[in-house]
Nanobody, 119 residues
């Protein structure tokens, strides 16, 4: 199972970006999914989460600026980000919990996509 994250880049404060995370390989089902971020010198932190049952939660710092969503048919997770701030600058990672056709469970991380917000 592989994850391909994309959509990061350089944007001015107040701008928007849409991150994508596409899963491929031996996938039977996708359970909990989430976006995390890590700024230099800091610990990785949760940004947003969608559970297997569809419940959505966000970190407090999101403050209604980001929207997490997923397309089950495409095995793809998204993070739409608006009103970006310089403090949102970080490498963003997707994480998907996956069961395979041969009944194995994996928690898989994407390679990270860098988001840089200039002031």
């Amino acid at each position: 199972v592989q994850l391909q994250a994309s959509g990061g880049g350089l944007v001015q404060a107040g701008g928007s970006l849409r991150l994508s995370c596409a899963a491929s390989g031996n996938i039977f089902s996708i359970l909990d999914t989430g976006w995390y971020r890590q700024a230099p010198g800091t610990a990785r932190e949760l940004v947003a989460l969608i559970t297997a049952g569809g419940s959505i939660s966000y970190a407090d710092f999101v403050n209604e600026r980001f929207t997490i969503s997923r397309d089950k048919a495409k095995n793809t997770l998204y993070l739409q980000m608006h009103s970006l701030k310089p403090e949102d600058t970080a490498t963003y990672y997707c994480n998907l919990e996956i069961t395979t056709n041969d009944v194995k469970f994996y928690s898989v991380w994407g390679q990270g996509t860098l988001v840089t917000v200039s002031s």
